[in-house]
C-alpha cells in the first residue's frame, strides 16, 4: 500500500504548484484588439507633462444592419517624432484599422460629484485593413 501511495506522491504535489503561463510583464492589465473604422483624423496633443501622443477614434460595429450597435474606443499612441508617429497621423476619417493595445479602467468623481469611469486604450500595434476611397468614403462593397 506504502508503495502505491508513494507513487501517487509527485502527482499530488504538482497540483499543489502554481503555474505561470503569462510571459506579459506584471504592469501589463489587460490586451484588447479593436476592428473598426476611425471616427476621426488622429491628432496630435501634449500632455500636462509636455510629452506629445497621437489620440484617435475607431468606431466599432456589430449586429445585424436592421439592428447595428456601434462602440466607440479612445485610442493613445505615446510614439516619438517619426515614421511611426507620422504614419498614424496620416490616416483618414474612415480607415478599417486593427488595433492592438493595453486597456485600463480610470475611475474619477465629475464636477457634480458623480462617480464617473473611462476605458484608457494605448495603442501597442494598429494595421491598416482598408483606406476610404479619394472621397473619404468607406468602401463597404467588398
Same mark, same amino acid.
Request: a positive charge.
Given at each position: 500500500?506504502?508503495?502505491?501511495?508513494?507513487?501517487?506522491?509527485?502527482?499530488?504535489? #504538482?497540483?499543489?504548484? /502554481?503555474?505561470?503561463?503569462?510571459?506579459?510583464?506584471?504592469?501589463?492589465?489587460?490586451?484588447?484588439?479593436?476592428?473598426?473604422?476611425?471616427?476621426?483624423?488622429?491628432?496630435?496633443? /501634449?500632455?500636462?507633462?509636455?510629452?506629445?501622443?497621437? $489620440?484617435?477614434?475607431? /468606431?466599432?460595429?456589430?449586429?445585424?444592419?436592421?439592428?447595428?450597435?456601434?462602440? &466607440?474606443?479612445?485610442?493613445?499612441?505615446?510614439?516619438?517624432?517619426?515614421?511611426?508617429?507620422?504614419?498614424?497621423?496620416?490616416?483618414?476619417?474612415?480607415?478599417?484599422?486593427?488595433? +492592438?493595445?493595453?486597456?485600463? #479602467?480610470?475611475? &474619477? +468623481?465629475?464636477?457634480?460629484?458623480?462617480?464617473?469611469?473611462?476605458?484608457?486604450?494605448?495603442? $501597442?500595434?494598429?494595421?491598416?485593413?482598408?483606406?476610404?476611397?479619394?472621397?473619404?468614403?468607406?468602401?463597404?462593397?467588398?
Amino acid at each position: 500500500m506504502s508503495t502505491f501511495l508513494s507513487s501517487l506522491r509527485p502527482g499530488l504535489r #504538482m497540483a499543489n504548484t /502554481a503555474r505561470a503561463f503569462s510571459t506579459s510583464p506584471k504592469h501589463s492589465l489587460a490586451r484588447l484588439i479593436i476592428t473598426g473604422r476611425l471616427g476621426a483624423e488622429p491628432e496630435l496633443h /501634449a500632455t500636462s507633462s509636455g510629452q506629445e501622443i497621437v $489620440r484617435y477614434n475607431v /468606431a466599432s460595429s456589430s449586429g445585424p444592419i436592421s439592428n447595428r450597435h456601434t462602440s &466607440w474606443f479612445r485610442v493613445s499612441h505615446f510614439a516619438p517624432e517619426g515614421p511611426q508617429r507620422d504614419f498614424v497621423l496620416s490616416l483618414q476619417k474612415g480607415t478599417l484599422v486593427y488595433v +492592438e493595445g493595453d486597456a485600463r #479602467m480610470s475611475t &474619477w +468623481e465629475d464636477s457634480e460629484g458623480h462617480s464617473r469611469s473611462t476605458l484608457n486604450i494605448v495603442q $501597442r500595434t494598429i494595421e491598416v485593413l482598408r483606406r476610404p476611397d479619394n472621397n473619404g468614403n468607406s468602401d463597404e462593397s467588398h
